[in-house]
């Protein structure tokens, strides 16, 4: 039964119940305290007579009635009077506001006499007004001879007293019982009831709930953070936090959460209090996380390990991360000018401090030297890591004018800066002996093949008559024309690689090209069975490129098409445009599959046809690929199943 009992205990439901009931008991506990401090005048006051919210009402109530009915009296009144325009005006004003205050009472009861003229004024329809009033259990009495309240009525007692100085007025007023509904004293009684009636509840549940809260939050204490007793400390995710970040957050929660309290209760209106008791219930629960937290660090021995300055520090000091000479130069600099300042202030007379003010320039001054000179260093360094990454591999950072501080870094600067040159030498030398073979070795195929093609030509005009000899020269023909073209293609594309073909890129219309292409192509289009569909959003698609490039381009893609198209099928030129980029697209089924990564079809004699029957290079789309670059366009392939797509971006032309 006790091993039972102690697995209960350290049982992770245990712990989830007992945070629930302490974060219960924490929410009703403050709440319950935050209602009585905010309700603390209706606390002590013994009935809502007593309140002093319902004295200055019906205080403020009784001036309203002198002022209005002895003072002001009547708008015609107030215009005789021998005041300004401007006075009469805010007279004016103030009586129509004190009517249309008054106007809105039901349970506010007054009646004025002239004890000279015998005038009386009231809002009692009885026959007898001021024996009802002073019936009444809440009443006062009012004169230039004689005050007698029931209730403490003072607020506006000063005013009240100078406005009937001099006349023979008497001032009843009272607050009838039993209120009716229909005005603030019925409204505030009913108010305060309520009040009262939490407040006898509130007292109870924040004791319970205090008492609650110390005893599950000290088995909480006992608990968190082991699943057994005497077990290791187990710790979660929030305890990865820095503990000094972690309470700093804590304490901002709690300004945020006091001050949205404050500014959303009001005393007497219950409904107001549902946004601050949601704040404070989410307060409530980074309370008890946070609680919990340290406590689970503090068994583990981690508090200060666990603060982010005290990691800063172990940084600073590591060899490895940060040179412990520098946080050392730091400190000794400022232990040495507090000691040259606390000399200069205590040997206060003769001829020594002035000795000591200067130490403390020339130090300063020293230290503002070196300082400088480091961080001129560390800019020059800084400079030349902008211009190696920029492309300056050239760049000369002169390391005789670094200071030790950043000598190490100007080093490695330096040593990236001999890597990359000679990586990007040795990628220069491979592409220049690579364009020079095939320039050389395509040079040297051309000779040959000009006299090849020229005797096949002088063959062709003899009479042969043979029949196979001529069917011979044409295969010659043929072979030789198409060898021609892969020279040529070969010789291409090594200079289109290599970016040295002339780009003169002027306004082309895009639509107008690839119509014209398609005009061209149009009997090898039908030759190979296509349905040529050409969609286009606009018309005039205006692009910056070179014509003669672009011709290229466009040539190749519908050559690609034609040559490895499904026969009867579908060929599919879209163009488009956005707000960059002018753009055509080719898409095609082709007829054999397409078992080959998209970015590999641009490469040198790589074809989709991998049995290499039919007429292509392999050049097409990589020429394409190269000529697209070099106008400072993008150029895409996809493939999808059979379906071959492939996209040209070029920018467009700017007006």
Request: overall charge negative; charged content about 20%.
């Amino acid at each position: 039964m006790d091993i039972r009992s102690k697995d209960i205990r350290y049982a992770a439901g245990t712990k989830i119940a007992a945070v629930v009931l302490v974060w219960i008991c924490f929410v009703s506990a403050v709440w319950s305290l935050g209602f009585l401090f905010l309700n603390q005048e209706v606390d002590k006051s013994n009935s809502y007579y007593d309140s002093y919210r319902f004295k200055d009402e019906f205080s403020r109530l009784i001036h309203n009635t002198v002022e209005a009915n002895i003072k002001l009296k009547s708008i015609e009144n107030i215009n005789a009077s021998g005041g300004t325009v401007g006075d009469k005006a805010r007279n004016i004003e103030r009586y129509h506001n004190i009517k249309s205050r008054m106007s809105n009472t039901v349970n506010y009861l007054y009646y004025i006499n002239n004890s000279s003229t015998g005038e009386a004024i009231t809002n009692v329809a009885a026959s007898q007004p001021k024996e009802l009033i002073k019936k009444q259990p809440v009443n006062a009495s009012i004169s230039r001879w004689n005050w007698e309240s029931k209730v403490d009525i003072y607020t506006y007692g000063g005013e009240i007293e100078e406005m009937l100085r001099g006349t023979e007025y008497e001032v009843y007023a009272a607050i009838q019982e039993p209120l009716k509904p229909g005005d603030v004293f019925y409204d505030d009684f009913k108010a305060y009831s309520r009040t009262k009636e939490i407040i006898a509840f509130a007292y109870p549940v924040m004791f319970v709930s205090l008492i609650l809260l110390i005893i599950v939050a000290a088995y909480l204490s006992c608990v968190t953070g082991r699943r057994e007793r005497g077990g290791e400390i187990v710790l979660s995710g929030v305890d990865n936090i820095y503990t000094d970040v972690h309470t700093l957050l804590v304490l901002i929660a709690a300004a945020l959460s006091l001050t949205i309290a404050v500014s959303s209760s009001e005393p007497n209106d219950i409904l107001t209090w549902v946004i601050p008791l949601l704040v404070l219930g989410v307060d409530g629960l980074i309370g008890i996380s946070y609680v919990l937290s340290m406590i689970r660090q503090a068994k583990a021995g981690r508090i200060f390990k666990n603060t982010l300055i005290y990691n800063l520090a172990k940084l600073c000091f590591d060899k490895n991360s940060f040179k412990p000479s520098i946080i050392l130069f730091l400190l000794g600099y400022g232990l040495i000018n507090g000691i040259l300042f606390d000399i200069g202030v205590d040997l206060n007379q003769g001829d020594q401090e002035p000795v000591f003010t200067i130490l403390l320039i020339v130090f300063n001054t020293a230290a503002v030297y070196f300082t400088a000179r480091a961080l001129t260093s560390l800019s020059k360094i800084m400079n030349a890591a902008k211009e190696i990454s920029s492309g300056n591999l050239d760049y000369e950072l002169n390391s005789s004018e670094i200071s030790v501080a950043f000598s190490g870094m100007a080093t490695n600067i330096a040593n990236i800066q001999g890597g990359l040159k000679k990586a990007v030498e040795e990628a220069i030398k491979g592409e220049r002996m690579k364009t020079d073979l095939i320039t050389n070795v395509s040079h040297d195929l051309k000779t040959p093949l000009t006299s090849i093609i020229s005797y096949v030509d002088l063959l062709k005009n003899e009479e042969l008559n043979n029949e196979r000899a001529e069917e011979y020269v044409n295969i010659l023909e043929e072979k030789g024309a198409r060898m021609k073209q892969l020279v040529e293609d070969l010789v291409e594309a090594s200079k289109a690689s290599s970016g040295n073909l002339p780009v003169n890129a002027e306004k082309v219309d895009l639509h107008e090209l690839v119509l014209q292409a398609c005009g061209e192509y149009e009997e090898k289009i039908t030759e190979a069975e296509l349905d040529l569909r050409i969609n286009a959003e606009e018309k005039n698609i205006f692009v910056y490129a070179d014509g003669k490039q672009m011709w290229r381009i466009i040539e190749n893609l519908l050559l690609n098409a034609i040559k490895y198209s499904m026969p009867q099928s579908r060929m599919y030129i879209n163009l488009t445009s956005d707000s960059n980029y002018g753009s055509f697209t080719v898409k095609n089924i082709s007829a054999l599959p397409l078992d080959i990564p998209p970015e590999q079809l641009t490469e040198r004699f790589v074809r989709g046809d991998v049995s290499r029957t039919t007429e292509g290079s392999g050049l097409g789309l990589s020429i394409a690929q190269s000529l697209t670059a070099l106008q400072g366009g993008k150029f895409k392939i996809e493939i999808d199943g059979d379906l071959f797509k492939v996209s040209v971006d070029i920018p467009l032309w700017a007006e």
